[in-house]
């Protein structure tokens, strides 16, 4: 299971930045895929984005990119999510999940909550002023 944390308060004004962190429970994360997802009151679980742990391709969902960005930590085996400029619609309980350790999710996939076997207890971000 991954543990999801955020670093700094969950209540951000519009335009303030927050960083959530995510590490997995046990064993490293090894060869996954770590994906962020969140969910808006009212709302689906959407992807948010996905990194490779052992390198590659990072992804982003349209509506956070150039303002959010994952970043992977070696020695502290932790993925961190970035997040600036935020909006009120960025408003959501965020998770972090962590796909196969063996393997990662292939790139046309990545979107896909059902490749994410491992997931964190989510955590609230609210964006308002």
């Known amino acids: 299971r991954c543990s999801c944390r955020r670093l700094g308060g969950g209540s951000v004004q519009p335009g303030g930045s927050l960083r959530l962190s995510c590490a997995p429970s046990?064993?490293?994360?090894?060869?996954?895929?770590i994906g962020w997802f969140r969910q808006a009151p009212g709302k689906e679980r959407e992807f948010v984005t996905a990194?490779?742990?052992?390198?590659?391709?990072?992804y982003y969902a349209d509506s956070v990119k150039g303002r959010f960005t994952a970043s992977r930590d070696f020695a502290k085996g932790t993925v961190y999510l970035q997040m600036n400029s935020l909006k009120p619609e960025d408003t959501a309980v965020y998770y972090c999940?962590?796909?196969?350790?063996?393997?990662?999710?292939?790139?046309?996939?990545?979107?896909?909550?059902?490749?994410?076997?491992?997931w964190g207890q989510g955590t609230l971000v609210t964006v308002s002023s």
């Open positions: 990194v490779n742990w052992g390198g590659g391709s990072t």
């Open positions: 999940a962590a796909g196969s350790r063996n393997a990662r999710i292939i790139t046309s996939q990545v979107r896909n909550e059902a490749r994410y076997i491992d």
């Open positions: 046990g064993r490293s994360f090894s060869s996954a895929t």
